[in-house]
């Protein structure tokens, strides 16, 4: 057998027997991911209702998943929504009751202007970014990569996000991370560092959030 076969089984068995894939399932979440911004949000209190969320890397939508119920006022996936969620991707997603989703390349001014226009003159409350890109294996041109996207995120939030608004956004321990922490706190006056229980131990991941843009 080849050792590749090998992890892909070893990942399957884990992933099913991961009992945060279980209560996402049981829960209707789309990915277990969403109880990582549940843990944040929980923590800092962070979304309200009333609020207009923009969600970065939105698919496959369990983070817009997890702020839709948090914006409803019965706590539901379906019905009434007080506040407005905007979702962004490279892929496609399958829709979501009450996510407004944009298909495009952040890095792109066209998908920027697209957001734009969906928020409408709205300012956002919140901003998640569970951007992530596909990496090479190169450690310093993954770094450069994970670096570029931060800084597109925290420009967004600058120039968009309401003064008093939160960024949440999932960095990866590595060469960049410093700078990564340092360019939150040049922009934001409090910066947290959260690793929620449902990211896996093994995993790099780490998450950072702004609270209030510095003027």
Known sequence: MKKSSKVNRAWIHDHLNDPWVKLANKEGYRARAAYKLKEIDE?????????????????????SQY????????????????????????????????VAFIQGDFREDAT??????????????VVVSDMAPNLSGIASADAARVEYLIELAIDFAQNHMKPEGALVAKVFHGSSYNSLVQRFKDAFVTVKTIKPKASRDRSAETFLVGLRLKR
């Open 43 to 63: 923590t800092l209190h962070l979304i309200q209702p009333g609020h207009v969320v923009v969600d970065l890397g939105c698919a496959p939508g369990a983070w």
């Open 112 to 125: 920027l202007s697209a957001l734009q226009t969906a928020l409408a003159g709205r300012q956002p409350d």
């Open 67 to 98: 702020v839709r119920r948090r914006l409803s006022p019965s706590g539901a996936a379906v019905g009434d929504l007080n506040g407005a969620i905007i979702g962004l991707d490279l892929l496609p997603m399958e829709p979501i009751e009450g």
